[in-house]
């Protein structure tokens, strides 16, 4: 076994390689780039070398920087993860010429199945059922929609050399082909540096079901059972789960001996995945090859108790296959949620910003979290957007669905838009929950997964209240403890007067709608008036972070509060309230805000700018909107003054405290920038 081995990745999947070599034994080294040197992987890892600047092309996927940090480190092999150099052929060669071990399949192996329509030769040679196509090296475009019309519409057109659903397009009609062909090789050279496509019949309603196999260079090949990735969207997967619902045990032997067929046809060695494509009434075809590790592995360590990473490391070392086939077993059901940093109102638009709090669920026998982030951790532009993979395992899928909608709710992000209350849609979705899967689920089903927007239920206001008053008392009874004289009634927050009972209003804003709650202090609560609900509050701060418990008339309920600048992140019942707590000093009687300077008051994207730049406006002048957590936000003049310029234009996304305005006031000073 290796002794050190250097991991040619970041984020969750080099942080999840850390582990296991840690547990063998195995010392390990990162690889960062200026813009990741704080990350998690490189805090975890045993050693960490600087390979270049932020963008990938010039750190990642730097083959030579890769080499000489094994080299200088004393590292014996290289674990690529996925993505970047996991697939790239080229790169396992420097690795042998190095005389370094690359931790994946050989040469070969990756080289022969690179080219989709090479693959599809192979595997037709191999006897692996393909979907009817043309998969040909001749690339007129009528031959191409010659072999269309003969396959038969709808049909699909794919990248030869493409991946993550670029170069792709579903053809209708014999009259949209040539328009789709054009885009799709225009995509596919751009993206690729190769314009050739291969035409297969378009299966409608189609599953997407995946075959895990492991091979070893003393010819052994095996099957691991299967994973359903058909929730997707724009062909990135969404949810996974093993083992496939509805699956009987003559089909799964029958793909898993096509799958190994199919890594036996090119003496395949190491993890990799056989998908395909498979119709409703269960007929399969071969789709494609990763010759990687996949990003939904842990849902079949879940279900087989093995750790698929081990297996990487001492197939590569050598050793052989630690199981046979008859000695495998599958247990129970697992699902992934792919948590991203992303608006899905918005089309799934990646999001960046700090994770200014960072609450995942209790990790246990039944939930797991995989992530390359830690609270206070940055999700930069550079790279993927994820911030965790949220792993259920349970004894049937029902129990493991409940496992993950518990383990949603649980979760609390806040600084960066997310897809959390969208994946506990998707999980509630009763198509998902019924098992009544395809690639196009989540847009059969948007009008369940795209809700219009809700006002926060009178809960979310009263908890945002209770919780104030709480953080309030907690921080007077802080203060009390540093003081000579911690009894003195100065440091009560009981609202006690001495010929009346105290009462004082708080106000919160959800978007452009604020609500006033009337607190009246009581010896065993408070008594809070929303509109003309009067409840009888009590609580307890569980810890500063936010976690709360909360009694309103009575009904006890789990609930948190993050404060974050302005915002009150009211997190209840599996969703989040952005609620904005007002300053009565800092509004007029107009119910303009205050003075101010122009800081972004959280991360958010520019989606309007409503002044010229050179012109002078007046205090309360709206200069521009920004989006963030769902909400517009207008920011606006907080004096008379001149606008010399924007610092960022319409689509840019800011960062917190990022100065936005240009500003010359009149006085020139900074305060506080105005936000509705």
Partial sequence: MFKKILIANRGEIACRIVKTARRL?????????????????????????????AAARDSYLAANAIIAAARQTGAEAIHPGYGFLAENADFAVVCAQAGLVFIGPPVAAIRAMGSKSAAKALMESAGVPLTPGYHGADQTPALLQAEADRIGYPVLIKASAGGGGKGMRVVETAGDFAAALASCQREAASSFGDDRVLVEKYVVRPRHIEIQVFGDAHGHCIHLFERDCSVQRRHQKVLEEAPAPGMTPERRAAMGQAAVNA????GYAGAGTVEFIVDQAGQFYFMEMNTRLQVEHPVTEMITGLDLVEWQLRIAAGEPLPLTQEQLALRGHAIEARVYAEDPAKGFLPA??????????EESLHVRVDTGVEEGDEITPFYDAMIAKLIVWDVNRDRALARLLQALAQYRVVGVANNIEFLSRLAACPAFAHAHLDTDLIEREREFLFPQEQDAPDEAFLV???AELLREARQAQDAGHGDPDPWSPWHRRDGWRLNASAARNLRFRLGDRSREIRVGYQRDGYSLTLDDRRVLARGELLNPRGPLRVELDGRRMDASCIVAGERRHVFLNGRAWPLARVDPLQFNAEGGGAEGGLLAPMPGTVIALLAQPGTRVAKGTPLLILEAMKMEHTVAAPAAGTINGFR?????????????VDFAAEPDERRTANVD
Avoid: C, K, W
């Fill in 352 to 361: 960046t910003g700090r994770l200014t709090h960072l609450t995942p669920p």
């Fill in 648 to 660: 960022f234009g319409v689509g840019d996304q800011v960062g917190d405290g990022a100065e936005l």
């Fill in 263 to 266: 890594a036996r046809a090119v």
């Fill in 464 to 466: 945002a209240a209770l």
């Fill in 25 to 53: 034994g195995i010392a390990t080294v990162a690889v960062y780039s200026e813009a990741d040197a704080e990350a998690r992987h490189v805090r975890l890892a045993d050693e960490a070398i600087l390979i270049g600047p």
